[in-house]
């Protein structure tokens, strides 16, 4: 089955203008999520910086923003992690290999990568924001040189919804990332380590806040917290770096789903510095 077929899209014309995307492999993950690696029709690569993210298209269906799950020093194919919770995902799960999609983006402001050269880099994912956190994480370790220590703390509310289940072996096994996993609600199997995600900092050793930025992705309901741990270890307010995915559904500001006062989520984030956000406070509460 192909989903988009118009030979003008062959060349990008502007942001509102989908390109076709071909799905080169499809994984399911968890009863709710689908892995989908693409590759634009015309060969090139996306350039995409991580944490941006991109609309998804079908014809006759609509569009939804996705984030982007792999990192652009990967360039010959990009990933996408698409939760089915609506109608355009819903029929986004339903296609096979081989079939077509339109591609808008990559959209909005990502992680400021060479800000972080040289620091000691934390991150903190939890439920689906694993996937946008992917696209760093990949990047910090294929340019591992450029990075000082990597902390990677993740936690799910069930084994059954951890997320790339193969990256969590790779990563537990990587002597270049300290990486913790935890669930909320452990079952029968779990050997891991359960509880919210802010019991892992207890794993962490001492951090310098100096030389350490910290990024959260997560569920809003996570950054107070979160941010809490991270400045009782004395971080800077602007070494804190958090991914927001507000409502958004245009992706270029004209829709005002994702509007925050006067900031657009799409548009100036969805990655923000804490000290932006800490002066809007439903942004993250």
Not at 240 to 265: D, F, T
């Amino acid at each position: 089955m192909t989903t988009l077929e118009n030979p003008q899209l062959n060349q990008p014309s502007s942001i509102y203008v989908p390109e076709p995307a071909e799905i080169i492999k499809m994984a399911k993950l968890t009863e709710m999520e689908m892995h989908y690696e693409l590759r634009l029709a015309d060969g090139r690569p996306l350039g995409q910086d991580p944490g941006q993210f991109v609309q998804v298209s079908l014809l006759g269906v609509g569009e939804c923003p996705i984030s982007l799950c792999s990192s652009p020093t990967r360039p010959e194919t990009f990933e996408l992690c698409i939760r089915r919770v609506g109608k355009v995902t819903e029929c986004l799960h339903r296609l096979s290999e081989g079939d077509t999609i339109g591609i808008r983006g990559p959209l909005g402001h990502g992680f400021d990568v060479n800000e972080m050269h040289g620091k000691d880099i934390l991150i903190v994912a939890g439920g689906l924001g694993i996937a946008p956190a992917r696209s760093l994480i990949q990047y910090i370790l294929d340019e591992r040189e450029r990075f000082g220590r990597f902390f990677l703390l993740y936690g799910g509310r069930t084994p059954q919804e951890l997320l790339f289940k193969d990256d969590v072996v790779r990563w537990r096994e990587n002597p270049d990332v300290d990486f913790h996993v935890t669930v909320d609600q452990p079952d029968s199997g779990w050997r891991g380590k359960s509880g919210v995600v802010t019991t892992l900092f207890r794993e962490l050793p001492k951090l310098d806040p100096n030389e350490t930025l910290a990024v959260i992705i997560g569920p809003p309901i996570m950054f107070k917290f979160v941010v809490l741990e991270i400045l009782s270890r004395r971080i800077p307010q602007t070494s804190i770096y958090c991914s927001l995915e507000r409502q958004m559904k245009c992706g270029v500001g004209k829709c005002g789903h994702c509007q925050v006062n006067n900031i657009y989520v799409c548009q100036e984030g969805p990655v923000f510095k804490y000290a932006q956000l800490k002066a809007l406070r439903e942004s993250v509460e």
